[in-house]
């Protein structure tokens, strides 16, 4: 087997896995109490560390292939600039324009009477608009590993991160609209079988088309970004006004991912 497609199966196998955990862990109640007064932290580190890989990582990767194109500065750096906040406002509408009541982190209850706090079409409408992003989660994944093994895995680790939290919303979500555990493996092993879908549907486009990860590669960094930016950020905000550790986690994920750049740089280099 390829060995570029055997990692890009484990990176996306991994990936999809986080998902259905994350649903998991809605219901073994020690370890969901225990996720539950996590999950701000871990949000906070995700989106630090998917800062530091979309703008040390992703941009100048992007920068490098559009000027390799021979053009003067400016010409050559529009379109990726473009194909950037493409994906930026592509997960806006279908992440909160579509499907508002999707909240990354937030997690919703059935009343006392065991009511639906809300519908099963907004639940799924919700899930549905989440898929666009969790699909170029999978682009970037492999997207990033065609140009360097190391940024492939730098990029993984930062999909990786919000994969938890993500199963965990979207799971909860489900059980708000006064479904069960079933419903909830459903969804969350959707949500993860989109990412590893998108693995392998770049994979093969990557591979027979050289300029396919000039174009993938902005448009999934700019749903990098907005993940970071717009999903995860505002919720440590919230949190960070009664604990001010949550916001130091976000500069611990962005010193993770030195950590884990300088890591890679010495295996992988020698």
């Given at each position: 087997?390829?060995?570029?497609?055997?990692?890009?199966?484990?990176?996306?196998?991994?990936?999809?896995?986080?998902?259905?955990?994350g649903?998991l862990?809605?219901?073994?109640?020690?370890?969901?109490d225990?996720?539950?007064?996590?999950?701000?932290?871990?949000?906070?580190?995700g989106?630090?560390?998917?800062?530091?890989?979309?703008?040390l990582?992703?941009?100048?990767?992007?920068?490098?292939?559009?000027?390799?194109?021979?053009?003067?500065?400016?010409?050559s750096?529009?379109?990726?600039?473009?194909?950037?906040?493409?994906g930026?406002l592509?997960?806006?509408?279908?992440?909160?324009?579509?499907?508002?009541?999707?909240?990354?982190?937030?997690?919703?209850?059935?009343?006392?009477?065991?009511?639906?706090?809300?519908s099963?079409?907004?639940?799924?409408?919700a899930?549905?608009?989440?898929?666009?992003?969790?699909?170029?989660?999978?682009?970037?994944?492999?997207?990033?590993?065609?140009?360097?093994?190391?940024?492939?895995?730098?990029?993984?680790?930062?999909?990786?991160?919000?994969?938890?939290?993500?199963?965990f919303?979207?799971?909860?979500?489900?059980?708000?609209?006064?479904?069960?555990f079933?419903?909830?493996?459903?969804?969350?092993?959707?949500?993860?079988?989109?990412?590893?879908?998108?693995?392998?549907?770049?994979?093969?486009?990557?591979?027979?088309?050289?300029?396919a990860?000039?174009?993938?590669?902005?448009?999934?960094?700019?749903?990098?970004?907005?993940?970071?930016?717009?999903?995860?950020?505002?919720?440590v905000?919230?949190?960070?006004?009664?604990?001010?550790?949550?916001?130091?986690?976000?500069?611990?994920?962005?010193?993770?991912?030195?950590?884990?750049?300088?890591?890679?740089?010495?295996v992988?280099d020698h």
């Amino acid at each position: 087997m390829d060995p570029q497609l055997l990692q890009l199966l484990v990176f996306g196998l991994l990936a999809a896995g986080g998902n259905i955990l994350g649903g998991l862990i809605l219901f073994p109640s020690r370890l969901h109490d225990f996720y539950n007064r996590s999950l701000k932290y871990l949000l906070a580190l995700g989106a630090g560390f998917m800062l530091a890989v979309t703008f040390l990582e992703i941009l100048p990767k992007v920068i490098g292939l559009w000027q390799s194109t021979g053009h003067d500065l400016t010409e050559s750096l529009t379109m990726p600039m473009l194909l950037m906040l493409g994906g930026y406002l592509i997960t806006q509408f279908f992440e909160h324009t579509i499907a508002p009541h999707f909240h990354l982190g937030g997690e919703m209850h059935c009343d006392e009477h065991d009511h639906a706090s809300i519908s099963p079409r907004s639940a799924y409408t919700a899930i549905g608009g989440l898929l666009i992003h969790t699909f170029f989660d999978g682009v970037s994944i492999a997207a990033a590993s065609q140009i360097d093994l190391k940024v492939g895995a730098l990029v993984f680790l930062a999909v990786f991160l919000h994969k938890l939290p993500e199963g965990f919303t979207i799971g909860s979500m489900v059980m708000a609209s006064g479904k069960g555990f079933r419903q909830v493996m459903y969804a969350t092993t959707l949500v993860g079988l989109t990412t590893f879908v998108g693995v392998i549907v770049f994979f093969l486009i990557g591979s027979s088309t050289s300029q396919a990860v000039a174009y993938a590669l902005p448009i999934a960094g700019g749903v990098t970004l907005y993940v970071a930016a717009s999903d995860l950020v505002p919720e440590v905000n919230h949190h960070a006004g009664k604990n001010p550790l949550v916001s130091i986690s976000v500069f611990a994920g962005v010193a993770l991912f030195f950590a884990t750049q300088q890591i890679l740089h010495a295996v992988l280099d020698h």
